[in-house]
């Protein structure tokens, strides 16, 4: 047996040899030793896969019913895969270069929870309506007449009128916190341990407003990212111009500072290519907190992808607004555990910060946000506390109604970051 493995290792080899000498020299003349080592480590790790499968089929077998003839096949299956050189460490090294980055995500999910969230809420939810509306009419009755140009008053004087129980007894509750917040992608996995509704809201994610210095970062690691009536190169109605009106709301209207980068991550020789953006988009971005240390928020604004017969939208304060959803990687995936080599300090705080968002927009714009999306990568959220990738709308939007959200959005962030209810 072990003679026949060896004679099957040295003609893999020899394939993979000349198959990796001519892609490497090309990679390594385009692209640069970074691609030529990433392409290569995917290559071993693939015809790895492929020889010891092709060569040793009577060995793959699942330990489904723990048989002892099929453990100690399985057993040999690995060994002889644990004898191809390189394999294990170029398998291991290809998980670590390739992030999935789906233009569409578990969008059936997503639907799954709100529909499930909405038999939960039940007759309450209708109550809360009705309740929020007789207060609007007591309000309307009270208040002073205003200038109908003061938008930022209307904002901030939003009273909460929350469709789902808020209450501690319910947050309490890891389940509740589960079906009405969160959305866990099939590739990651999270527990109680780690969600948790009291400790999220207790940590203190305030700061004061200050025009003298950079505070808030925003980016775009997809720059490119339309929307339904977006022209191709017209950075004008494209992500961008979402990010510069939200820059506009937060400066202007709340007292911020804010830097927007817009850097192009995922345009590779004039071409769109988001296979590497987000490494592309860790460096530029890691060395603008370096030469600005105040910047305490970071944000990587999105837009996400969804059928084409989905319409994520809804109306505030009279406008149409497309609908968002916060992201959080979790640096842990179901096949591999904790990804070691993708650090993140930052994850509690993170997932503090999307829910306390959240949490503020359930009680002023209950149909504004999607969930908190929970996937398994990190996508660069390690580089600040504070840091949230935003996904606003889907390419199924139009410009204005991705624009519209950031108001609402700039609210409950100001929210958030000034500790008021």
Not at 155 to 180: G, K, M, R
Request: proline share 4%; glycine share 6%; charged share 25%.
């Amino acid at each position: 047996m072990e003679k026949k493995v060896q004679r099957v290792i040295i003609g893999v080899l020899g394939g993979m040899g000349i198959v990796l000498a001519g892609r490497s020299i090309s990679l390594l003349q385009k692209d640069g030793y970074q691609w030529g080592m990433i392409l290569a480590g995917n290559a071993y790790s693939e015809l790895g896969e492929e020889a010891a499968a092709g060569y040793l089929p009577l060995f793959q077998y699942e330990e489904s019913d723990g048989k002892t003839t099929e453990n100690f096949l399985q057993r040999v299956y690995e060994a002889a895969k644990n004898q191809i050189p390189f394999y294990g460490y170029w398998k291991q090294q290809s998980a670590r270069a390739r992030v999935v980055e789906d233009e569409n995500t578990c969008h059936a999910l997503i639907e799954a929870n709100e529909q499930a969230a909405e038999r939960l809420l039940g007759e309450n939810q209708q109550q809360a309506i009705d309740e929020e509306n007789e207060r609007a009419k007591q309000q309307s009755e009270t208040q002073e007449d205003t200038s109908a140009g003061e938008e930022t008053a209307a904002q901030t004087a939003a009273v909460p009128h929350p469709q789902i129980d808020l209450s501690l007894e319910a947050l309490a509750d890891y389940n509740y916190v589960l079906s009405n917040f969160f959305v866990v992608d099939p590739g990651t996995y999270t527990d109680e341990n780690e969600i948790n509704a009291a400790a999220f809201l207790e940590k203190n994610m305030t700061m004061t407003a200050d025009k003298d210095k950079p505070q808030i970062l925003i980016y775009h690691t997809h720059s490119q990212e339309g929307f339904a009536d977006s022209e191709e190169g017209d950075v004008s109605t494209s992500v961008v111009a979402v990010g510069d009106y939200l820059t506009e709301l937060l400066q202007e209207q709340y007292g911020y500072q804010v830097i927007h980068m817009t850097d192009t991550f995922d345009l590779v020789d004039g071409k769109l290519d988001r296979s590497l953006a987000y490494n592309y988009a860790q460096g530029p971005v890691e060395r603008m907190i370096a030469e600005n240390p105040s910047i305490e928020v970071v944000i990587d604004l999105h837009r996400d992808g969804v059928p084409e017969g989905t319409h994520l939208v809804t109306d505030i304060n009279g406008k149409p607004t497309a609908r968002i959803m916060l992201f959080n990687g979790l640096s842990r995936t179901t096949d591999s555990g904790e990804l070691d080599y993708l650090p993140n300090p930052y994850i509690q705080d993170n997932l503090a910060f999307s829910f306390q968002l959240s949490y503020q927009a359930k009680q002023y714009y209950p149909d504004l946000t999607r969930c908190i999306y929970l996937k398994g990568y990190r996508y660069n959220l390690h580089v600040r506390p504070r840091s949230i990738l935003l996904e606003v709308g889907a390419q199924t939007n139009t410009f204005e109604e991705a624009k519209n959200a950031m108001e609402p959005f700039a609210d409950i962030l100001h929210r958030v970051l000034s500790g008021s209810s």
